[in-house]
C-alpha cells in the first residue's frame, strides 16, 4: 500500500527523455475586473481578439489529457470573463483531467457557479488581497471586492467544495497576514497559500512599492508557524517567502520542462509563464504544435530542461538537481542572462546585489499615488 | 486498532478523484494540489469506494477477491482508509 507524492519528487538525470507533464495552467484570458498591482500577468496584455477560441481550448485540454496532465488549472486574468467557461470547464471533466479554478470571485454569480460545479469543476482557488476592505481597494482598485469576495466563498463552502485562498504579500498587506489567516477560517477555507509575491510583469514594475523589509518577512515566518501549529486539522497554510532575502533560490515549478507548462491566452505555449520575458526563446503555438509535440520538441522547453545548459557555479554545484539553478526568468531579469545561477542564490557573484536591492527598494517610501495599477485589459 | 463500524460507508469527498494514470502507468488519487500513486490492494480498495458499498461489503467483496479471511484484511483496509481519511481524500 504504497504511496508517494509526485508532486515533490524533482527530475533525477541530466538529459533523460522528459517526463509527461502533471500539471497545465491555462490562461483562458487576460482580461480582469481587478487591477492588482502585484500582477504577473504581462505588462503587455494579450487582447480579446487575440484569445483562442472555444473549440481550439477543447482540442488543447483533450491533448493535454493525453499527453498525462493530471492537474489543469483554469487561469487568466479573470477566466470567469470568458462566456464559455462552463463549456470549457465541462470539456476538460469529460477527458478527465482534475480541473482547478483560480478566480479574483468578484463578477461571478451564483448561478454561474452552480453551473461550474454541475459541470465538473473539481476545486476553487479564490485570490484575496487584503483581509478587510481598505486593503483590497488599495490593493485591487475595485471598490466592494472584499464584500463580493466574502460571499463568493460563502457560496463555494455553503456547497460543500473545498475552498483554497491565495494571498499574494507585499509591502501594502503584509501586516495583516495574521487576520488573513482567521478570515480564511472564517470562510470556511481548507487551506490557504501565504505567497510572497513574485516580481514578474505588473509585480517587476511596482517593485520598489510592493518589496517588504526583511524584519516584515521574518515576523511573517514566526506568524505562520504559530498558526500552522494552532489550526492543524482546521486549515493547511502553504507558505512561500521571498527569495531575494533567501540562502539558496526556489525550485522554479519542479524544474524547467520537467512537470508543469503554461498556454496563453492567444495560444503560445510558454515552460513557465513569465517566460516570454526571455525575449531569445521561440514559443510554440497550440495553432501550429499538438501539445505533446511542443513539450517534447519545443526549442523553449528545450533549452533549459535538464542540467546540459548550466553554466558555473551551477554547474559542478551538489544541488543543481536540488534546485536546477533556479528560476531563469529571474536570472534575465537581475543578472541579464538567462542561463546565469539566479541571484537569490548566495553562489551568484550578484547575490549581494539582490539583497541591497531588497533592503534599498524596502526602505525607500514610495509615493503611493505612483503605483501603477494593472490595465483592465485590451479589447 | 481503529475500529470503523461494519455500516460506515466511505466515499471520495467532492474534490478528489481516483483515477487510473494512463500516461505513466498504475492508478492515482488526486486532489487539490496534490497526486498520490496508489498500487495493489489500495487500487482494489479505492476501486470498491463508490459512496455506496460500506466497509463490511468491500471487506467481504475483497475476500472473496483474493481467497483470504474477512479479518485478516479488514485492519489493513481500516488503516488505509483511515490514513486517507486524515489526509482529507476521504470521508468516513
Ligand atoms: C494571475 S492570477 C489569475 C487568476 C485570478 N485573476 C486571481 O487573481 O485569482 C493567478 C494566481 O497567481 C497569483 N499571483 C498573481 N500575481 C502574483 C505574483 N506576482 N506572485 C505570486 N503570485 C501571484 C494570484 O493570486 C492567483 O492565485
Ligand atoms: S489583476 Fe489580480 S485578479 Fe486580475 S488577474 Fe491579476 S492577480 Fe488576478
Ligand atoms: S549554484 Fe546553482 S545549483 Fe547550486 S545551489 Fe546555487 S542555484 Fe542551485
Redesign the pocket.
Known amino acids: 500500500m504504497s504511496e508517494t507524492l509526485l508532486d515533490e519528487r524533482p527530475q533525477a538525470n541530466a538529459k533523460p527523455k522528459p517526463q509527461p507533464p502533471i500539471g497545465l495552467l491555462a490562461e483562458l484570458t487576460h482580461r480582469?475586473p481587478?487591477?492588482?498591482t502585484?500582477?504577473?500577468?504581462p505588462i503587455e496584455l494579450e487582447s480579446r481578439s487575440a484569445e483562442l477560441d472555444t473549440e481550439t481550448w477543447k482540442r488543447v485540454f483533450s491533448q493535454a489529457a493525453e499527453l498525462g496532465v493530471i492537474h489543469l488549472h483554469l487561469s487568466?486574468?479573470?477566466p470567469c470573463a470568458r462566456k464559455d467557461i462552463v463549456e470549457l470547464t465541462r470539456h476538460a471533466a469529460e477527458v478527465g483531467l482534475y480541473t482547478n479554478l483560480i478566480t479574483?470571485g468578484v463578477g461571478v454569480k451564483e448561478s454561474q457557479l452552480d453551473a461550474l460545479l454541475e459541470a465538473g469543476c473539481d476545486h476553487i482557488q479564490l485570490?484575496m488581497?487584503g483581509a478587510d476592505e481598505e486593503i483590497t481597494v488599495a490593493v485591487?482598485g475595485m471598490k466592494g471586492a472584499f464584500e463580493r469576495k466574502q460571499a463568493f466563498a460563502k457560496q463555494v463552502v455553503d456547497r460543500g467544495f473545498p475552498l483554497t485562498l491565495n494571498s499574494?504579500i507585499h509591502r501594502q498587506n503584509i501586516h495583516q497576514v495574521p487576520t488573513m489567516i482567521e478570515k480564511a477560517v472564517e470562510f470556511g477555507a481548507k487551506r490557504i497559500e501565504i505567497a510572497h509575491t513574485q516580481y514578474y510583469g505588473w509585480a517587476l514594475k511596482n517593485r520598489a512599492h510592493l518589496m517588504p523589509t526583511k524584519a516584515d518577512v521574518d515576523k511573517t515566518i514566526e506568524q505562520v508557524e504559530e498558526a500552522r501549529e494552532r489550526l492543524k486539522g482546521t486549515l493547511v497554510i502553504d507558505a512561500v517567502f521571498p527569495d531575494y532575502y533567501a540562502k539558496y533560490p526556489k525550485l522554479c515549478n519542479g524544474g524547467w520542462g520537467a512537470r508543469t507548462f503554461s498556454v496563453t491566452p492567444s495560444g503560445k505555449v510558454l515552460p513557465c509563464h513569465a517566460a516570454e520575458t526571455i525575449e531569445h526563446l521561440e514559443f510554440w503555438s497550440v495553432s501550429d504544435h499538438d501539445l505533446a509535440d511542443v513539450w517534447y520538441n519545443g526549442p523553449a522547453f528545450e533549452a533549459y530542461r535538464g542540467t546540459d545548459w548550466m553554466q558555473e557555479p551551477c554547474r559542478s554545484c551538489e544541488r543543481k538537481h536540488i534546485d536546477f539553478g533556479g528560476c531563469r526568468c529571474q536570472a534575465l531579469a537581475l543578472v541579464g542572462d538567462a542561463a546565469a545561477t539566479d541571484p537569490a542564490c548566495v553562489k551568484s557573484p550578484h547575490h549581494d546585489r539582490i539583497g541591497d536591492l531588497a533592503r534599498s527598494e524596502s526602505a525607500y517610501v514610495p509615493d503611493p499615488t505612483k503605483v501603477s495599477y494593472?490595465l483592465i485589459g485590451a479589447a | 486498532m481503529s475500529d470503523l463500524g461494519d455500516d460506515t460507508v466511505p466515499k471520495l469527498p467532492h474534490g478528489v478523484k481516483f483515477r487510473e494514470d494512463k500516461a505513466r502507468g498504475g492508478y492515482i488519487l488526486v486532489g487539490p494540489e496534490r497526486i498520490y500513486n496508489i498500487d495493489g490492494v489500495s487500487v482494489e480498495i479505492l476501486k470498491r469506494v463508490d459512496g455506496a458499498a460500506s466497509i463490511q461489503r468491500i471487506v467481504a467483496d475483497l475476500a472473496t477477491v483474493f481467497t483470504a479471511e474477512e479479518a485478516v484484511i479488514r485492519p489493513d483496509v481500516e488503516a488505509f482508509l483511515i490514513d486517507l481519511r486524515d489526509k482529507q481524500m476521504v470521508v468516513l
Open positions: 480582469c481587478l487591477r492588482c502585484y500582477c504577473s500577468n487568466g486574468g479573470e479574483s485570490s488581497q485591487a499574494v494593472r
